[in-house]
């Protein structure tokens, strides 16, 4: 994971969340699958 100047909280509903988690792959972590989608949608 690249350093980070530290850490912020986002807000979100639980099926918001949920529905981010099934897209996330075994061992990602939220920020994974986030800047991982936003990688894709820069295509």
């Known amino acids: 994971m ?5 850490i912020t909280t ?6 918001t969340r949920d529905k981010l988690k099934e897209l996330g792959k075994k061992g990602e972590t939220y920020e994974d699958i986030i800047l991982r989608l ?6």
Do not use: A, E, F, H
């Open 10 to 15: 986002i807000q979100m509903s639980p099926g």
């Open 38 to 43: 936003l990688k894709t949608r820069k295509k």
């Open 2 to 6: 690249p350093y980070r100047q530290g």
